[in-house]
């Protein structure tokens, strides 16, 4: 009997050795399978679906505004604390956490 994980087999580059950092729309893409699993498990699961899927969206959402400037992660959570905003640190870390779960 197939399952989920054996069905789609979907794997993410390691993050390269010189600057360990993690690309954004890469993140992105493993979120929204995750968010795929969970949806399995039912409607039980709505509130951590509508969450997950809310943090997805706000990272996206300042990913979009400049592709470049926030290819990875790390540029963006530094860009934020330069200009005191915390919109996309705050997502990443309820993501985090719904991941550590």
Known sequence: MD?????HRITFP????E???????????????????IDLLGK???PAIYDISGNIAKITNVYQDD???YEYLE????????EGKQL???AL???????NV
Request: hydrophobic letters at 40%; aromatic letters at 12%.
């Open 3 to 7: 399952t989920y994980l054996t069905v």
């Open 14 to 17: 390691v993050p390269e050795k």
């Open 19 to 37: 600057n360990s950092k993690i690309k954004t729309m890469e993140f992105l893409s493993a979120c929204s399978d995750f968010l795929k699993l």
């Open 44 to 46: 039980s699961f709505a």
């Open 67 to 69: 592709c470049d400037k």
């Open 75 to 82: 540029d963006m959570v530094l860009a934020e604390r330069v």
């Open 88 to 90: 996309a640190t705050d």
């Open 93 to 99: 870390m309820w993501l985090r956490r719904y991941s």
